[in-house]
């Protein structure tokens, strides 16, 4: 929004403290060429020459000749920096050295091609930001760049040639120029050098010609570089023109402005004054003074602005002429388009007169085009008003009556000049309450009652004393020009509660979309919170080439085949439809794109039969646009994760394959050798030998069904077919079936506490958690050590612990040693096994409600021994 300049005569603060924000600053110059080979690296050689000879230290920074001799030449006697050698790719790149720069300090550093990137692990990735450091430092640097490298331009560069340049430059690197010297030739002399051999070899020469350096394009790009140039200009001088407190315009270059308001013309004023910035390449601004009384016709200009690449201006004002010039002046325009207004129209008058004459009056400087009614509505067309509320005309009606019987009353009390007093007090109440129209009907009314009841002679409308004359006209003057003030802030109150009301939603809604962890969480807040504006609303989402609803509030809300067809219309042209809009308006929708990235991936819809105010519109607006965002956000994060737990699964798939072939591969081997044995020796073979031997087969086949066995186990976990019975276990009977299972834990030791002999679980499940628990407990303790199993009171919980005397976990291992194919490790070994047992373990005690836990050292073991470790799982008592 723009701000109106409250002394013209005074300089604009920010244009002051954007030049004292330059103070320290290096000084940037841009050479600017309108194509490559017009010479602009050899046009800054030859004036850093001239600096150098005048005396200034001058250094080439970088100057890339590109094996033109002609270049290399023109870089002469200037003392130049080495460059850095950076390998890539088996190859050594030369870079620019920012260190050596900033450590030689000159006075005026050559930096040629601007957009160029930076090899990999140099401290910026863009030649741009090096010189933006420089510039920081204080040293001045002239630089080059082609227009074709400004991001902005970057796609209509690629249309008209065919060629997307890879390298570009924020259009704010050129903002940053102190100064910018347009480098141009005429297309057939650009053709001629390359021809010559002066930019590219003769091969390459060859096909530029048939390619980028055609003809044509080298026109267009002149062109473009030319235009870029003057908007550069247009904003030094309005720059200086803030700066020094200079009123405008100066019709450096050409701009207009479009004046908006609640009438027929309004449409015909944005068209016309589109087809005359199309004339005069100039960029178009719409400028619209809110009221209270806005209609549709306001928003259907507006919205016709952004159709035609214009842009909206929105300002709350009392004085329109004012605020008009206001902004025309800070903006440097040229053109004012107007609508000539028929005699009684609400924005056709300026107190009391036509708005278009009191504009002709003051605007002097600039051209005024008046655009007439549309042919076809040769009068104002009159909507139909709504019933007019006529309850505040009650009310001040009853507060005159009461006020009047009591000063009758009270005629000798108070005196005519005091009941003046109170009746004007009323006046301003009623307008401040009620509006401009009731505060108006109350200063008549009260004035025609203070003449008829309090001046004499009473009871007559006539005035015998000339002074009460005075007082009565004074009276009726302050009452009719305090009721209209008091409308008009009353007006504009109500105006800035919508804005306020507006921004109010906006950052409750952006705090909300915060919170949204999902996709669906995004587009439930989003409807709902267009439901809470409209009424109603819908999100529409592309899935296919098909627009598919995803989020309704209320959830019954349905779409008929008008509105769907509106909502598929904004999809695929990227433009506002519906209700309000110049595109199906008869749809009881306003269906809003949702933009991301620059493609519009689906659409929101509100209910509404009739046009929006600008501040409703707007949230809308800024409600799709916020919603949009989300949405990506929500993708992106779904992509994440979906990226993590692909990655988490290759780790595991990975994990398997190892352990697969280290803990089959490995007892196979052994049961083969035993067998190969038995069957080429078994006769000559002692009895002690075979049965070792038979011994060594049983061990194996066991170890192997114990790992399939816990891959069998993993995957009942993976694919959720756990089914959990919960009953109430004795801890006692469960742990003594557990021991039994697993070898060498024999003589386990079992301490339960009296209060937590029993806990409600699945018994199969348990008694396998005490067995994983107990193997792994064996697996890593010294033979011969103590194992125990303890239970205490835990709040509502039985915790269930199993304590071994073994080699601990390192710390740095506790948190993942429950991870499948985890396998911590102690000093200089890993202890064969799966990794799976206590991954298991911690899936079957999460799916009975419960929690495990692992903890080491042990703080109840010798320091000097090993450190031990204690497996706690919490399970609900019973």
Not at 313 to 342: E, K
Not at 403 to 416: A, H, K, S, Y
Not at 434 to 440: D, E
Not at 757 to 772: G, M, S
Request: with cysteine; charged share 20%; glycine share 8%.
């Amino acid at each position: 929004m723009a701000k109106p300049t409250p002394d013209a005569t005074r300089p604009d603060p920010d244009a002051l403290l954007a030049g004292l924000a330059q103070g320290g600053r290096g000084h940037l110059k841009i050479f600017l060429g309108a194509a490559p080979g017009v010479g602009k690296t050899w046009e800054m050689l030859t004036a850093a020459h001239a600096k150098r000879q005048r005396g200034l230290d001058v250094v080439a920074g970088i100057i890339e000749t590109h094996g033109r001799a002609g270049t290399q030449d023109a870089v002469g006697e200037l003392e130049t920096l080495p460059r850095i050698p950076v390998p890539y790719r088996g190859q050594t790149l030369e870079e620019f050295d920012l260190d050596a720069a900033l450590k030689r300090r000159p006075a005026l550093l050559l930096v040629d091609e601007l957009a160029h990137t930076n090899a990999p692990g140099q401290r910026h990735a863009k030649r741009w930001q090096d010189v933006q450091e420089l510039l920081e430092a204080g040293i001045d640097v002239w630089t080059t760049i082609n227009v074709q490298h400004l991001e902005s331009l970057n796609d209509q560069v690629a249309r008209i040639t065919g060629v997307r340049v890879a390298e570009t430059v924020p259009d704010t690197v050129l903002d940053m120029a102190d100064e910018i010297e347009l480098i141009d030739l005429p297309p057939a002399e650009l053709r001629a050098r390359l021809k010559e051999g002066h930019i590219y070899r003769a091969d390459v020469a060859t096909r530029a010609l048939d390619g980028f350096f055609r003809e044509g394009n080298l026109g267009a790009l002149r062109e473009i570089a030319l235009r870029r140039t003057a908007q550069r200009i247009d904003k030094d001088v309005t720059r200086y023109m803030r700066s020094s407190a200079i009123p405008g315009p100066w019709p450096v270059a050409e701009k207009i402005l479009a004046l908006i308001g609640p009438d027929d013309a309004a449409a015909n004023v944005v068209r016309h004054a589109a087809r005359l910035a199309e004339a005069l390449r100039a960029p178009l601004t719409s400028f619209h003074i809110e009221r209270t009384d806005d209609n549709a016709k306001v928003q259907a200009a507006l919205d016709l602005t952004i159709q035609l690449s214009g842009t909206v201006i929105t300002q709350s004002a009392p004085d329109m002429v004012r605020a008009v010039l206001d902004y025309a002046a800070a903006h440097n325009i040229t053109h004012i388009v107007v609508g000539r207004a028929p005699t009684g129209g609400k924005f056709g008058r300026w107190f009391g007169r036509r708005f278009s004459e009191a504009l002709t009056r003051q605007a002097l400087a600039y051209t005024l085009h008046f655009v007439p009614l549309p042919a076809a509505a040769p009068a104002r067309s009159r909507a139909v008003a709504p019933p007019r509320d006529w309850a505040p005309y009650l009310l001040a009606s009853t507060l005159l009556g009461l006020i009047t019987v009591t000063g009758t009353f009270l005629r000798g009390v108070l005196p005519q000049e005091a009941m003046a007093l109170i009746f004007t007090g009323l006046i301003a109440a009623m307008a401040s309450r009620a509006g401009r129209s009731p505060g108006l009907f109350t200063a008549i009314t009260g004035f025609l009652l203070w003449n008829f009841f309090f001046l004499p002679p009473y009871y007559t409308l006539s005035v015998a004393d000339p002074r009460d004359l005075v007082a009565l006209l004074v009276f009726l003057m302050v009452g009719l020009l305090t009721g209209t003030l008091a409308g008009r802030v009353r007006q504009e109150a109500a105006t800035a509660a919508a804005r306020v009301e507006a921004l109010r939603r906006i950052s409750l809604f952006g705090q909300r979309l915060s919170r949204a962890a999902t996709l669906s969480d995004v587009l439930a807040a989003a409807a709902e919170e267009t439901c809470n504006i409209s009424g109603a609303g819908i999100l529409l989402l592309l899935h296919n080439s098909t627009l598919t609803p995803e989020a309704a509030r209320p959830e019954s809300t349905m779409l008929d085949d008008a509105a769907m067809a509106a909502a598929e219309w904004c999809l695929a042209h990227d433009t506002e439809t519906g209700t309000g809009t110049g595109t199906l308006p008869s749809v009881p929708w306003r269906f809003f794109p949702l933009r991301s990235q620059g493609i519009v991936t689906g659409v929101l819809g509100a209910a509404t039969t009739t046009a929006m105010p600008a501040p409703v519109l707007q949230t809308l607006i800024t409600l799709a646009d916020q919603t949009a965002l989300a949405l990506e956000r929500a993708r992106l994060t779904m992509q994440t994760a979906r990226a993590v737990a692909h990655e988490d699964s290759q780790k595991l798939r990975n994990a398997l394959l190892s352990s697969l072939s280290h803990d089959l591969r490995t007892p196979l081997t052994g049961i083969r050798g035993a067998a190969e044995t038995l069957a080429a020796s078994g006769d000559a073979l002692d009895a002690a030998t075979r049965a070792d031997l038979l011994a060594s087969i049983t061990q194996d086949t066991t170890r192997m069904g114990k790992f399939l066995a816990n891959i069998t186990d993993m995957a009942r976990v993976e694919s959720g077919a756990i089914e959990v019975k919960r009953e109430r276990l004795s801890l006692a009977s469960v742990a003594e079936a557990a021991i039994a299972r697993v070898p060498g834990a024999l003589y386990t030791g079992l301490n339960l506490a009296p209060d937590a002999t029993h806990v409600r679980a699945d018994p199969a499940l348990l008694e396998q958690i005490l067995v994983n628990l107990l193997d792994n407990a064996v697996k890593y303790s010294p033979p011969g050590s103590r194992i125990a199993i303890s239970s205490r009171r835990a709040g509502g919980d039985a915790a269930i612990s199993i304590a071994d005397e073994g080699v601990g976990i390192p710390g740095a291992d506790l948190t993942a040693v429950f991870d499948s194919f985890f396998r911590a490790r102690s000093v200089d070994r890993v202890t064969p096994g799966t990794g799976l047992g206590l991954a298991i373990a911690k899936a079957f005690t999460e799916a009975m409600d419960g929690r495990i836990t692992a903890l080491s050292p042990r703080l109840d073991l010798p320091a000097d021994g090993l450190p031990g470790t204690i497996i706690t799982v919490e399970l609900p008592a019973a």
